[in-house]
């Protein structure tokens, strides 16, 4: 029988992730990590009663500490810089997939699993990365920074469900958190309030600056630099002749740069910190496909390898607000080939 740790968080997804590992005859035990101490307490009532109704142990393993020094204090430091940060891609490296297989390895643990919305494939020695066959709830792009150690651990039941499927199931198992809605927020980062978080973070304020145009003409005092990011409108509080959108920060000179929606285009990128899933490395310039937003709709690219853990990307049309600190994550067809930091 394989012994598997199933990541739970308190929500549906996880929660019929271990009910269809059960199901499947493993010996399932749920893992939850506490990130953040007030936020999380009755997430970890639930993910204890889904536990209790599936009749497997739970552990509550305390990792804010971690959390905070890995995914928080980093997340306000690039914001700091000048760039906008994605956290859930630094936590599910740094913390919730790191946590989880150090738990497996030190309690004899055959496999994890988490309830993300992929797939895997083994072929030739490599475990890929692929796609959800739902791509409404795909996942994949949040995942590019897992090495092979790790995804030759890891079980994704959830990669060929819909939601509503998923849903379905929980009721059927008789799980509370069938209906429990799912979060739109980065979870340490309520109804959407960054400035507020990263103040109390860093202990800084962040002081009024002059917004200016691209020949440094002033516009207006913005709220102190935090409060913008790359290829925003809304929210400026200026009436100008135009409609300008944030192109990009000085932090140096405490600027916010604003232009025209047409100065928000470029076709090509360069990214650090790259991970490679589908190879070790990029032997020759590489055609896929490749996005720098979640949500994006991929479009095609050429990339090429600039130095160890770098890449420079060039796009066949231009992308709209490429921003420091976001991900491009590269395609090919259903397989995610690998990934990167933007600069």
Request: charged residues 25%; contains cysteine.
């Amino acid at each position: 029988m394989t012994k598997t740790a199933a990541a739970i968080s308190g929500g549906v997804d996880s929660a019929v992730c271990a009910h269809l590992l059960q199901q499947a005859g493993h010996e399932v035990h749920g893992v939850m990590l506490q990130m953040i101490c007030k936020e999380s307490s009755l997430d970890a009532d639930d993910a204890q009663a889904v536990c209790d109704r599936l009749g497997i142990p739970f552990h509550l393993l305390d990792k804010t500490q971690a959390f905070k020094e890995k995914v928080m204090l980093p997340f306000a430091h690039i914001y700091e810089s000048g760039g906008t940060p994605n956290p859930c891609v630094l936590c599910n490296k740094a913390v919730k997939f790191k946590y989880v297989l150090e738990f497996a390895d030190e309690n004899g643990f055959d496999k994890i699993a988490t309830g993300h919305y992929v797939q895997t494939e083994n072929q030739n020695g490599r475990t890929l990365l692929k796609r959800a066959k739902y791509l409404e709830k795909d996942q994949s792009y949040m995942l590019y920074t897992l090495d092979q150690k790790t995804l030759k651990r890891c079980i994704f039941p959830l990669g060929t469900y819909t939601k509503t499927q998923i849903r379905a199931l929980a009721e059927d198992a008789g799980l509370t958190v069938s209906a429990k809605k799912d979060s739109q927020d980065i979870c340490f980062v309520p109804n959407g309030k960054y400035a507020e978080v990263i103040c109390r973070l860093t202990g800084k304020t962040y002081p009024p600056g002059r917004f200016v145009d691209e020949s440094g003409r002033i516009l207006g005092t913005h709220r102190g630099i935090i409060n913008y990011t790359i290829g925003q409108r809304r929210g400026l509080g200026l009436a100008l002749e135009q409609p300008m959108y944030v192109k990009c920060k000085d932090c140096a000179k405490n600027e916010v740069i604003l232009a025209p929606e047409s100065a928000l285009y470029t076709k090509a990128l360069d990214a650090e910190h790259v991970n490679f899933i589908a190879f070790d490395k990029l032997e020759q310039p590489l055609k896929c496909t490749a996005k720098t937003r979640y949500s994006q709709k991929e479009e095609e690219a050429t990339v090429f390898q600039t130095g160890t853990g770098k890449i420079h990307v060039e796009f066949k049309n231009p992308q709209r607000a490429v921003t420091s600190g976001q991900s491009v994550v590269l395609y090919d067809g259903e397989y995610l080939l690998g990934g990167g930091t933007i600069l």
